[in-house]
């Protein structure tokens, strides 16, 4: 179902067949099709994003969406696929290149391999699948217990000989010394995940070469970027509970990489959900891009960087800040200003070396 033909981007042009009511705004690709053509000869035949909808709707002996069969891990693709034209007297369908639809309203949109997942992720029908699956989760707390069990795996505990002991460590000591690791990643979750990953995969495939499975470095980047939205549109639902009742704290911080003279904007939310679960999550991590470090700049970065969590005001979060005086001056240009603790380790200092006769309680200091 290849197509042989090559598109040919066209800029806001639409042809007298396009039905009334079209935006002038959407997006157009004229394309060689030679599928419906008369004594072998191309003709030109445009699509937009508004006409594909049209005939997708209209047309649906002639026009169909086809699944992307590609290793996916987003869950646009449950919803989305490649829109597609039936070849003539036969049963096969040529996709129709640079779009993707939602089978369920047929809202299409521009789609190339390196424009990535955005706008599926922010559509309705997407939203809407995601919210079922994470109401259905977290319906009740038994039920969530266990799916929770049903997904955790148990493995089978065995022992290893000494030399097979000493060949695993020699070849982790290699690791940490010849690529400069930390001694602490041979403790991270994230290792072990991968490591478990291939033994069963070692289980169902037999001895092979790992580099079957690895890939590169700019194939893992580009792949984050479709991960980053997946689980930042299931992270905004579940702030939204926490957000709406006032449990969600937002710890921001400033620093500067000295090598790169980059200043850094992190961000960290922790929060309690209604089963009284603690939770912690990092918001963000990016370079910070204000002219200076004045609070009315910090204040901007910060709701910019809520924003995809659909966090706009702010007077619902609560702050607190070790040290950077910048992030509380930052508050004070609130219209209505936010929650902001006072720099948790200033005060530490200062009331320890006022007096040792103090304590510190849930409900502040009081004297004993």
């Not at 981007?9 to 394309?31: D, E």
């Not at 070692?202 to 790992?210: I, L």
Request: hydrophobic share 30%.
């Amino acid at each position: 179902m290849s197509s042989s033909s090559s598109p040919i981007a066209s800029s806001n042009y639409h042809s007298a067949s396009a039905p009334a009511g079209f935006s002038q705004s959407s997006i157009s690709i004229m394309a060689y099709d030679s599928s419906n053509a008369t004594n072998s000869s191309s003709h030109i035949q445009q699509y937009t994003t508004a006409r594909i909808k049209f005939l997708l709707k209209q047309q649906p002996l002639t026009y169909t969406i086809l699944k992307n069969e590609n290793t996916k891990s987003s869950i646009c693709w449950e919803v989305f696929g490649f829109p597609a034209k039936k070849l003539e007297n036969t049963k096969e369908y040529k996709k129709i290149d640079g779009f993707t639809s939602c089978e369920k309203c047929y809202e299409t949109f521009s789609y190339t391999s390196t424009t990535g997942t955005r706008n599926m992720l922010s559509h309705s029908c997407v939203k809407n699948l995601s919210n079922t699956k994470i109401t259905t989760f977290t319906s009740s707390s038994s039920s969530s217990q266990r799916k929770f069990n049903d997904m955790m795996k148990t493995y089978k505990k065995v022992k290893l000989s000494e030399q097979e002991l000493n060949t695993v460590k020699n070849l982790v000591s290699s690791w940490i010394c010849h690529d400069m690791r930390s001694f602490k990643i041979i403790e991270d979750l994230g290792l072990k995940d991968l490591l478990q990953e291939f033994i069963v995969l070692g289980s169902k495939f037999g001895e092979f070469d790992v580099s079957c499975a690895l890939r590169g470095a700019g194939t893992i980047s580009n792949h984050i970027y479709d991960l980053v939205d997946d689980y930042r549109l299931k992270l905004k639902d579940i702030l939204r509970e926490p957000l709406d009742s006032g449990t969600i704290c937002v710890s921001p911080d400033l620093w500067s990489d000295d090598h790169k003279e980059i200043s850094y904007l992190g961000i960290t939310a922790t929060f309690t959900t209604s089963n009284y679960e603690y939770k912690t999550v990092d918001l963000c991590c990016k370079p910070f891009v204000g002219d200076d470090h004045s609070g009315k700049n910090i204040l901007i970065a910060i709701q910019k960087a809520l924003e995809p969590y659909d966090i706009y005001d702010l007077t619902k979060l609560s702050f607190i800040s070790d040290r950077d005086k910048c992030c509380i001056k930052s508050s004070s240009s609130c219209k209505n200003r936010a929650r902001f603790s006072s720099p948790i380790s200033q005060l530490v200092i200062n009331k320890l070396r006022s007096s040792r006769n103090f304590l510190f309680t849930n409900s502040g200091l009081s004297k004993r």
